[in-house]
């Protein structure tokens, strides 16, 4: 079996600032995502990546950055952090893009000061 | 329109009762995956069904692709299955409902 990993498992910043979010998965799967989850809302995609270096904008891309420059990690960058970003940011990957498993890491909770 | 709607919102049960949730869809998919979540913790994949019946150990999922619904069943709950189950679809990506809150009381 595999695990993803997502660090930190905390981040606080202040608002306006830039903040970075790493995701590392090793059971060598393609696809990775990155998901936002909100309080009594169900996830929302912000990114995903279907191979090294390719990225695709989910539905809530606006505001965020990411990078996949190796197969095993991705990355998510809050370009300017805002007071009602405060949500949990999940990581995941899958073996390819659809009809797959997917499987998810612990999470970062960010608050925004 | 939420395109994925899970129900109950909130489940209530005693120890060892059965429980049943609901999940249904309004578009067009051939995978549904069921997932648990304890507060705070991780995302935990259940069972992955694309269609017809599948089983994990106290777990079932149903899901009828046609009639765009998926159930899962829990026999003989334990308090250590309280949590939030939810489901999604895929649909070129996982389409998520809000969940059911499960809560199993001694």
């Known amino acids: 079996g595999g695990i993803i990993t997502q660090t930190p498992k905390f981040l606080i910043g202040q608002e306006g600032q830039k903040l970075t979010l790493k995701c590392q998965q090793n059971f060598n799967h393609d696809t990775m995502y990155w998901y936002r989850q909100d309080s009594g809302k169900g996830l929302r995609l912000i990114y995903y990546?279907?191979?090294?270096?390719?990225?695709q904008k989910g539905d809530l891309s606006e505001g965020y950055d990411a990078s996949r420059e190796k197969k095993s990690s991705f990355s998510l960058t809050v370009t300017s952090a805002q007071k009602n970003e405060m949500a949990v940011f999940l990581c995941a990957s899958s073996i390819t893009r659809a009809n797959t498993e997917v499987f998810f890491g612990k999470g970062t909770r960010l608050t925004v000061v | 329109e939420q395109q994925v709607q899970q129900s109950p919102a909130s489940l209530v049960l005693q120890e060892a009762e059965n429980a049943e949730l609901q999940c249904s869809f309004s578009i067009f998919t051939n995978q549904v995956q069921w997932f648990y979540q304890r507060p705070g913790g991780r995302l935990v994949s259940l069972l992955y069904n694309p269609s017809g019946t599948k089983q994990s150990g106290r777990l079932t999922s149903t899901t009828v692709i046609k009639e765009r619904r998926s159930s899962l069943h829990i026999s003989s709950s334990q308090i250590t299955d309280s949590g939030t189950y939810l489901c999604a679809i895929d649909n070129y990506q996982l389409i998520w409902g809000s969940g059911t809150k499960l809560i199993i009381k001694p």
């Open positions: 990546s279907i191979t090294e270096n390719d990225l």
